[in-house]
Each structure stands twice: as structure tokens, then as C-alpha cells.
């Protein structure tokens, strides 16, 4: 009661009162929410959703409710998501990874899990982020496009990519979904930790031949030297706004 009364205060003084915790999402939410509502969002493909952090950020930072969809190919990691979702029923866990074709793959997996990776390793994942090799493990790939039809309406879904350098291969095995979908993310590196990946510029014209364009960077990992390593992207389709798709058409799937 005396929190909302104090926030109630502040917003009279042009000013906003937020919990500790979420501070240093801010942006990101901010910049998120701007796009679930500006294109009605409904939907999320969470592809690499480790310990499934991304669902918590979309519930407690932009207060999303609707649908999540999470890929994460690591057996470990995807039983653990899926004891997690008992407890959201709006929470879906796909136990494979996405890419150009369906296949078998070595998922190479390190001390730090959310290192885990398709794409081979480069020495700076050792000497800068400290990490240690934590063996392999055989995972099922699936095309995203394959997977895609038994999945809600495309034209209110947000596609994430926390892939660890895999994103030219999901982008290839979903084609039909990135020329579909209103809005998409990918975190994108600039000091390769892994080898054959994007670097910033591959990854804008990747979108923006799908019709794509970047609407926000946000950094989130710096080199020691203060150099940006790694991006977060987010990309929007700015046609479907003009088409009359998103605002004023059918509601998103964040909370009011």
C-alpha cells in the first residue's frame, strides 16, 4: 500500500520508482515491450533457452502472459525446463535444437552452460571467459520451418535466437517463419568466441534480406579493454505496421 502510494507520488513529479531487481534489465524491457506492443505480439520462440531466464525476463520485466515456446537441446538443461513449466501452462519446451536440416550434431558443452554450443570453439572462450570443456553430447536438429505449422499465427509471433553462434543455420532451416514473422532478436558477437559465425554487419543484411530491420542494439558482454563483445539485435518488420498488422489489430499477449 505505501510502495504504491510513494510510486503514485513520484509519477505526479515526472519521475518512476522501480524494484532493485529490475534495474539492470530496463532497457531491454523497455525496448521489448515497445515492440510486443507496437506489433501485437502473442507468441515467443525462445530458441536457446538454457536454464530458461528469457521466459523469466519476459514475465517479470515486460510482463508478457502469452505463449512461450522454448528450444534447448541440452538433455539436462530441457528436463530441467520442463519441471519448470509444470508451473506455467503458457510455457512450452521443445528438447532439440533448430537448424538448416534435421540431423544429428555433437553439442560441444562447457563448464559454463550457457556457453554450450553447435559451433566449434575459438581459444578466447578459454583464455577471456575462463570456461572449461565439459564434454559433448549427441542432440536431435529439427528445421524450424518443419516445426513451425504446429505453432500459433506467425504474424504475432517474436522469434529470439540465444544460439551461441548457430544463427546462420536456424535462419536457413526457417526462411519461411523470418519472412513471416513481425519481429525477431538475436544476440550477435562481435569478438568471435566460436568459429564460421555472423559478425554485426552479416547479421543485419541476414534480416534485412528477410525483410527485417534493425530497430535496437543493446551490449551485453564487454571485452576486458572495454571493447563491445556481444550485441542483443532486435529487428521489426516494418511493412506489416503499414499493412495495418500490430497496433490496433488483435491484442498482444502482455498484461494490461
Not at 505526479?12 to 534495474?23: A, K, Q, V
Request: glycine share 8%; proline share 5%.
Amino acid at each position: 500500500m505505501i510502495n504504491a502510494v510513494v510510486r503514485r507520488a513520484a509519477r505526479t513529479l515526472g519521475y518512476e520508482i522501480l524494484p532493485r531487481w529490475r534495474l539492470d534489465a530496463r532497457a531491454a524491457g523497455e525496448a521489448t515491450r515497445r515492440i510486443f506492443v507496437a506489433y501485437g505480439i502473442e507468441t515467443v520462440l525462445d530458441i536457446g533457452a538454457n536454464r530458461g531466464g528469457y521466459r523469466d525476463f519476459l514475465r517479470h520485466y515486460v510482463e508478457f502472459d502469452g505463449a512461450i515456446h522454448s528450444f534447448e537441446p541440452a538433455p539436462e538443461l530441457a528436463e530441467m525446463l520442463s519441471d519448470r513449466a509444470k508451473s506455467d501452462p503458457n510455457w512450452t519446451i521443445h528438447p532439440f535444437a533448430l537448424g538448416a536440416t534435421e540431423s544429428q550434431l555433437e553439442l560441444n558443452r562447457f563448464s559454463d552452460d550457457v556457453l554450450n554450443s553447435l559451433k566449434a570453439p575459438t581459444d578466447l572462450i578459454y583464455s577471456h571467459l575462463r570456461t572449461k570443456e565439459a564434454g559433448r553430447v549427441t542432440v536431435d536438429v529439427k528445421r524450424l520451418d518443419d516445426v513451425a505449422p504446429a505453432l500459433p499465427d506467425l504474424c504475432r509471433c517474436f522469434v529470439k535466437m540465444d544460439v551461441q553462434g548457430f544463427e546462420r543455420e536456424v535462419i536457413a532451416g526457417g526462411a519461411q517463419v523470418f519472412a513471416t514473422c513481425p519481429a525477431a532478436q538475436a544476440e550477435v558477437g562481435t569478438v568471435p568466441i566460436y568459429q564460421d559465425t555472423l559478425d554485426l554487419p552479416e547479421a543485419i543484411a541476414v534480416f534485412k534480406s528477410h525483410g527485417l530491420d534493425l530497430a535496437e542494439i543493446l551490449t551485453i558482454a564487454r571485452m576486458p579493454d572495454l571493447r563491445a563483445r556481444e550485441f542483443d539485435c532486435m529487428f521489426v518488420r516494418p511493412s506489416m505496421l503499414s499493412a495495418g498488422i500490430g497496433r490496433g489489430g488483435v491484442a498482444s499477449g502482455r498484461k494490461g
